[in-house]
């Protein structure tokens, strides 16, 4: 038999550990589906906090008779709401508003609820102590129980379990705080509150069983073709899709490649600097589908390549799953190739520090800088370190947003480079998936612009090419008439304007 007391502060604890949990989870899923996660990771967790104030005030409201009766019922409310807020969230796809307003919603009654448990518990534990003892014991479980959760989250159920159980889990913590009041005060419980117990506990076991078909259902509203594969890493939620012979790959929502023309990108991105430095030596940062490495063990004379990813998840899926194996051709096989999975800034500033190591050319293949972790690698800082590590004769080149529909993000990436000591050249090339698509070009040798096209005519190889010519190869660098980038800053780390033309910008033109 537990103590009733033993039993009110065990429940506390997980409370603590489950509320966190649920916070991050809707936080995770808003930025998701909804993009831009700094403004909602700090519109969710400020609407649960505003809503648990008035939930905190709203149980003042609760009569001392039923303080045990509505503590368990608002942790099987929880149970309830928390299991289903995800996959009902996805229900509400495709319309926007209705999705935000949604989304929203459910983070407010998720913290409504939360803000009532903790008076209700400190209420209820005035019989074992005194007030100063009470309140202090009571908050200090609830704090304890939020760092395992957050621990838990960022290494466990977000990578491991993903949004498809981590709010099963969570609903059936809630559950488990339900049965330790039960067993601590079973004498003052009514057996009504047992079968209610047993239908909510019922509940969640039948949805965790169809869990996986039902969001499935539901994910695939997200997406107009059918999903063939779907994974969710620590960092990132993977889809790829299919229609007829063309496979989609999806980051977070966002196309990154369609088998259709994606080798008008990769092919850029390789080619075309390889044409104006020789390389042997090369390092490329992001890649991680495999395609950039594709492109470059066509050529003999390549040494060795450096690939820096973070997400050793998604690295592996494109090792591994037979759909993105056809589409980089097994390229992480070769021999030439060494992966690191490590932060790509942490990974250069560390090799620029112990000078242990340079290179002919750095490919910079990464996600549009849409927050402020994926920024770092868009500013001038990164940029000069690069600058540090690369040979006198090498290249950089990074993928650089549309010079079209975000013209801001693409003069920024352009003047970033331009600060960081780089001769800087903008480029653009048509993707019809994606549209005009932008690159920069740095050196640390200064060509005009004949030079720098008879280098590439010269060197350029297309018998390892499905698009590029020569001709088109020369073409990238022409901008069209009055094209400039005055006025635009250069993003830094303490500055991250990017961000902010990014967000301005690629619905200028659309």
């Not at 037979?322 to 980089?328: A, E, G, K, L, W």
């Not at 050319?361 to 001038?380: A, M, V």
């Amino acid at each position: 038999m537990i103590h009733p007391r033993t039993s009110l502060k065990a429940s506390i604890f997980f409370t603590g550990f489950a509320g966190i949990v649920a916070e991050y989870l809707l936080s995770t899923l808003a930025s998701y589906l909804l993009g831009d996660s700094i403004f909602q990771w700090t519109m969710t967790i400020s609407i649960m906090l505003l809503a648990m104030g008035i939930g905190a005030r709203v149980s003042r409201e609760i009569n001392d008779k039923y303080l045990l009766t509505s503590l368990i019922i608002t942790e099987m409310c929880l149970s309830l709401v928390v299991s289903f807020s995800v996959y009902l969230s996805y229900l509400q796809a495709p319309d926007s508003d209705r999705l935000s307003v949604f989304i929203y919603s459910m983070c407010f009654l998720i913290g409504l609820l939360i803000g009532m448990e903790i008076p209700l518990a400190v209420r209820i534990n005035e019989s074992f102590e005194e007030l100063r003892d009470n309140i202090s014991s009571i908050l200090e479980k609830d704090y304890l129980g939020a760092l395992p959760g957050g621990i838990l989250y960022g290494y466990f159920f977000l990578p491991k379990l993903g949004l498809l159980y981590t709010p099963v889990i969570v609903g059936t913590l809630n559950l488990l705080v339900a049965a330790l009041l039960f067993l601590g005060f079973s004498t003052r419980i009514s057996k009504k509150f047992y079968f209610l117990y047993g239908l909510v506990f019922s509940l969640i076991i039948c949805f965790s069983i169809f869990a996986r078909p039902l969001y499935l259902y539901a994910e695939q509203r997200f997406y107009r073709d059918p999903i063939v594969a779907i994974k969710q890493t620590k960092y990132q939620k993977i889809v790829l899709t299919r229609w007829k012979n063309d496979y989609l790959l999806y980051l977070d929502g966002h196309l990154q490649l369609s088998t259709v023309d994606e080798y008008r990108y990769h092919e850029t991105i390789v080619h075309i600097p390889m044409s104006l430095t020789n390389a042997r030596h090369i390092l490329v940062i992001g890649g991680g589908d495999g395609c950039v490495l594709r492109e470059l063990e066509k050529y003999p004379g390549v040494e060795d390549i450096v690939l820096v990813d973070m997400d050793k998840e998604f690295v592996q899926f494109a090792m591994q799953n037979p759909i993105m194996r056809r589409i980089n051709k097994d390229s992480f096989r070769d021999k030439r190739v060494n992966i690191y999975f490590e932060d790509g800034f942490k990974f250069v500033k560390d090799i620029s520090t112990k000078g242990k190591r340079s290179f002919d050319l750095i490919i910079i293949d990464l996600t549009d800088p849409r927050n402020l972790k994926s920024s770092r690698l868009y500013t001038k800082e990164f940029y000069e370190v690069l600058y540090n590590i690369l040979n006198p004769h090498g290249a950089i080149i990074t993928q650089a947003s549309s010079p079209f529909f975000a013209k801001k993000a693409f003069c920024c990436i352009l003047n970033s480079v331009s600060s960081a000591h780089f001769f800087s050249y903008p480029m653009d090339m048509n993707v019809p998936s994606f549209g005009e698509w932008g690159f920069v070009l740095g050196m640390k040798q200064r060509l005009d612009k004949n030079q720098l096209k008879a280098r590439i005519f010269y060197n350029f190889n297309e018998q390892y090419t499905r698009y590029l010519t020569r001709e088109k190869a020369i073409s990238v660098f022409d901008m069209g008439k009055n094209f400039s980038c005055k006025g635009i800053l250069p993003n830094t780390l303490i500055n991250p304007v990017i961000l902010h033309y990014y967000n301005d910008s690629m619905w200028e033109l659309m």
